[in-house]
Nanobody, 123 residues
Framework: QLQLVESGGGLVQAGDSLRLSCAAS????????LGWFRQAPGKERDLVAA???????YFVDSVKGRFTISRDNAKNTVYLQMNSLKPEDTAVYFC?????????????????WGQGTQVTVSS
């Protein structure tokens, strides 16, 4: 079982950068695939980026070239580096872990979730 805690959100201006971190407590962190989701008010929770246990990554088209995802298994932490932020990136960002190990776009495939961290990008 994992417990996930996000940090690093905040209020920034368009064009700025933020790095989100998600620290996990529990065993076998390296065996999980990890995802970053976001949810804006009134909208569904959507996958932004994911990283398999092998290190392969996935990004939704709207963040390609701007966001990167990485993991440090020694620190039980996954990161989301967000550059060139836009107002439309405003949302609560959640990290999630799946014991399936692969890339999954649906939240249903993720077993563990953090509490979320707010990212607000002003224009």
């Amino acid at each position: 079982q994992l417990q996930l805690v996000e940090s690093g959100g905040g209020l920034v201006q368009a064009g700025d950068s933020l790095r989100l971190s998600c620290a996990a407590s529990g065993r076998s962190f390296g065996s999980y695939s990890l995802g970053w989701f976001r949810q804006a008010p009134g909208k569904e929770r959507d996958l932004v980026a994911a990283i398999e246990r092998s290190g392969s990554t996935y990004f939704v088209d709207s963040v390609k070239g701007r966001f990167t995802i990485s993991r440090d298994n020694a620190k039980n932490t996954v990161y989301l580096q967000m550059n060139s932020l836009k107002p439309e990136d405003t949302a609560v960002y959640f990290c999630a872990a799946s014991n399936g190990g692969g890339i999954y776009r649906s939240p249903a495939f993720y077993n563990y979730w953090g509490q979320g961290t707010q990212v607000t990008v002003s224009s």
